[in-house]
């Protein structure tokens, strides 16, 4: 009988464990066919999910990019629940000088994923968390998020307007005129209504989706404003900055009238008959979040029974 060599056994057993490597290798490569077919990975999922079948099975926000800035930056929205009313949540249209009203924003994200169950079913809630991105960009050095630790020191004015130094809040069309007012000073309102991106994008997001309200925070001002173009104010608007202004304590004026406002962007939703008011958070550091949040819920509950 003929003895195998130990180079011979050797090979033989790499063989073994060659055809060993192979066969798991294919045992597993079919159980992960299988298991894509049934459940692909999130990647392969479009970005904007919108059949309220997955909406149950997914607490995520469908994220949405509604426009892009002057330099080229995303205008985000993010969506939670499946109702027939849409409230809009705007933050940052004055950019880095109003940095809070961005935290705030991104922390409504946040507070709407951990709880998708307080949104009343016949409703839906968009948050734009920074309708200004060029200008919280030139004070806070970030695209998307950032913390207050990020904020450059100084009163951050610069950061106000977009890159095109145009004050958004005067380019809507609501009494546009090509000079608007910001304090004492002259600020650029563009070259006509809705002449930057930015307030185009929304304009464009608002005719598209046809919101029951919208709400834009702001600072520092300390008060919940109404909005009216040329007109008394709505009803509903009424209600609604009523709402706002008693569960936050913030409090409630028709009007902002330290100084004439022209193309202001609430003024024109109320040209276009939805309500919509201007919160003015006290400080320009914090994100006042219970008195925030006291008034979010107050336009839930008074939306929810409509
Ligand atoms: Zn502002």
Request: glycine fraction near 6%.
């Amino acid at each position: 009988m003929r003895f195998f060599t130990i180079k011979q056994l050797i090979i033989a057993a790499l063989f073994c464990l060659a055809a060993i490597a192979a066969a798991v290798f294919v045992l597993l490569d079919i159980k992960k066919r299988e298991e894509f077919k049934d459940n692909p990975p999130q990647s392969q999922k479009t970005e904007t999910i919108d059949t309220s079948a997955q909406i149950e099975t997914s607490p995520e926000p469908r994220r949405e990019i509604i426009g892009f800035s002057v330099q080229k930056r995303e205008i985000e929205s993010y969506i939670f629940g499946a109702g027939q009313n849409l409230l809009v949540f705007i933050g940052g249209i004055h950019g880095g000088y109003e940095w809070n009203s961005v935290l705030l924003a991104y922390e409504f994200i946040d507070y709407f994923q951990t709880n998708p169950k307080l949104i009343p079913e016949n409703l839906s809630i968009a948050v734009i968390p920074a309708l200004n991105p060029d200008g919280l960009f030139k004070i806070t050095g970030k695209a998307g998020r950032f913390a207050a630790g990020d904020v450059a020191a100084g009163t951050n004015e610069a950061g106000r307007f977009n890159a095109n130094k145009v004050d958004l809040n005067r380019n809507f069309d609501c009494n546009w005129q090509v000079k608007g007012v910001w304090r004492q000073k002259e600020v650029s309102a563009g070259t006509a209504a809705f002449s930057e991106p930015e307030s185009a994008a929304i304009r464009d997001y608002i005719l598209r989706n046809k919101p029951a309200a919208i709400v834009f925070w702001h600072s520092q001002s300390n008060a919940v404003y109404g909005s009216m173009c040329n007109t008394e104010m709505p009803a509903e608007t009424r209600a609604i900055l009523n709402a706002y202004a008693k569960a936050s304590g913030y409090p409630a004026k028709d009007t902002f009238d330290q100084y004439q406002v022209s193309g202001d962007a609430t003024d024109w939703l109320a040209s276009i008959g939805v309500p919509a008011i201007t919160v003015e958070l006290k400080t320009h550091e914090n994100i006042e979040w219970p008195q925030n949040l006291a008034g979010v819920q107050s336009l839930l509950e008074y939306y929810a029974k409509k």
